[in-house]
């Protein structure tokens, strides 16, 4: 077959061909004598497998053989008299085990895990040797788990039950000590043989594999070294064109990195200033909150008070100047002028809430953590619990303004969108300051929702309602301003996780108390 390779050296065609029909014959042989290797080493792994499980179910019947004696005595032991019903009981469980597998021993069987091989002639004939030992053992045993009370254990047929078992005892375990050796010397017989045979396989792999080395691989070899050295040749030729190339792509990547730098930079530049534009958008947000906040405080809120004093005055003049305090006219005037006040009275508590939650003066005055506690505790009703803990305390000094308003909206904004769309029964707040970060959790046990993405802090509505898209913008624009973190964790039924983190330091401000 070599000869045939030399002759038609001439032929640049015919010589790939041969190598290949060569190569795929040769290994299409080393590849079956694999497969057939690895399919007959598995069916006899598996038969291996199914004979360990029958040895080692004849061998346990030589342990449960002497737990049956053991029992037995227990049984008729004049001492264990209170035990008596638990020991023949457990007697009769431990019988049945062991004749269930020396039945099925006996047949080549192993039900549980459905393997059936029939016992050679041999283990057969020991089998039927022990046979009258095993009858001995169902008759005895048979007799003293019919026993019924403790009385009947010094009958005479209980102790010749008992005398018959013990005296089986040693010929059944020396007879099932045979068919176990019998059976492991069978098992070792036949991985013998499997080693042989695999040791053969190898042997012919190898030869194929020398095959492969002498008959394709070396004059394979010859030809690829001509091969390389037209490579060779051709490398050199490749390199000068090649050095050129480098030199026009060094210029483009020049051209290309500046390129993508400008870019880089004109994207920030769009970026900061859409931040600004925020910020400032934002800033006369909250510039136009305090100054509504302190028109209806100072405006609206006193005109409200002297309408309200107005009224008590009116009252009493009423109360003065009535002929009879029976009169009936005068009785509906003074319920009219008493509704009148009440409704005077919700006015101004409305009108100091919405003050509030425009800008609650607490914030600016104290800081945003006796502004998160007020926030809780007037959201808090007999429906809705709202707890609020921090670790920040009044020595650790003062947030900064954009810092606390941020937080401040945020948490404003995420007890809003619970109470106004989740339903819950408990809102739990925490500001937590941890390695230079501050870190503030909403949570709620309400309705929740689905998020269009576990990444992004969209949410899909929910069967129950729209989710709150919008105000979740919001949040998500204000933390990006201080360059923090938002994130929202939603699950429909289960609540919502609303946590922001926004680098911090502490400092001492002055804040407008306007």
Not at 61 to 87: G, P, T
Not at 147 to 162: F, G, T, W
Not at 301 to 314: F, Y
């Amino acid at each position: 077959m070599s000869e045939l390779l030399n002759d038609n050296t001439k032929n640049d065609q015919a010589i790939p061909f041969r190598f290949t029909r060569l190569y795929v014959t040769l290994f299409l042989i080393l590849g079956i004598l694999l497969t057939g290797s690895e399919i007959l080493t598995q069916w006899r792994l598996n038969s291996v497998q199914d004979e360990l499980w029958i040895i080692r179910y004849t061998a346990l019947q030589r342990h449960q053989s002497q737990q049956i004696v053991k029992q037995a005595l227990q049984v008729m032991d004049v001492k264990e008299r209170d035990n008596f019903y638990l020991n023949r009981d457990e007697l009769r469980q431990i019988f049945r085990t062991f004749e269930r597998y020396h039945l099925q021993s006996r047949s080549g069987q192993v039900k549980v895990h459905n393997v059936n091989i029939p016992n050679s002639p041999i283990v057969q004939r020991l089998y039927d040797e022990i046979a009258p030992e095993f009858d001995a053992f169902r008759r005895s045993v048979g007799h003293l788990i019919t026993l019924k009370s403790p009385e009947e254990i010094n009958n005479s047929d209980a102790q010749a039950s008992l005398e018959l078992l013990l005296a089986n005892e040693k010929p059944f375990l020396e007879e099932i000590d045979a068919i176990v050796r019998h059976l492991t010397g069978e098992l070792r017989y036949q991985l013998s043989v499997l080693e042989s045979i695999e040791f053969y396989i190898y042997l012919v792999s190898i030869i194929v594999l020398a095959g492969i080395g002498v008959l394709i691989f070396r004059p394979a070899t010859r030809r690829l070294k001509q091969t390389i050295e037209q490579l060779v040749e051709a490398e050199q030729q490749a390199s000068i064109a090649n050095r050129e190339l480098l030199s026009v792509n060094k210029s483009l990547n020049e051209t290309r990195q500046k390129l993508f730098e400008a870019t880089r930079l004109q994207y920030k530049q769009e970026i900061d200033d859409q931040k600004l534009r925020t910020s400032y958008l934002m800033a006369g947000q909250e510039d136009e909150r305090k100054r509504l906040s302190r028109e209806l405080h100072d405006g609206l809120g006193q005109m409200l008070t002297a309408i309200k004093l107005q009224i008590e005055g009116l009252e009493a003049n009423l109360k003065r100047s009535a002929p009879e305090p029976d009169n009936a006219n005068w009785a509906a005037q003074s319920k009219s002028i008493g509704n009148l006040k009440k409704l005077v009275t919700q006015t101004i508590q409305e009108t100091r809430t919405i003050s509030n939650n425009l800008m609650p003066t607490v914030l600016s005055d104290f800081g945003i953590v006796p502004a998160i506690k007020m926030l809780a505790e007037n959201d808090r009703s007999d429906s809705l619990d709202v707890t609020f803990e921090s670790n920040l305390t009044i020595d650790d000094g003062r947030l900064d303004k954009n810092v606390e308003i941020m937080l401040y909206r945020i948490t404003q904004e995420a007890i809003s969108n619970a109470v106004r769309h989740a339903h819950p029964s408990h809102i739990h707040i925490e500001l937590i300051a941890r390695e230079k970060y501050i870190h503030l959790v909403v949570t709620d046990d309400g309705r929740g929702f689905r998020l269009a993405n576990q990444r992004s802090a969209v949410p899909r509505p929910s069967k129950n309602g729209r989710a709150p898209s919008q105000g979740l913008h919001n949040m998500q624009e204000r933390a990006k301003l201080l360059n923090g973190k938002l994130k929202i964790s939603s699950v429909p039924g289960k609540g919502t996780k609303v946590q922001v983190s926004i680098p911090y330091q502490m400092q001492s401000v002055h804040y407008d108390a306007n």
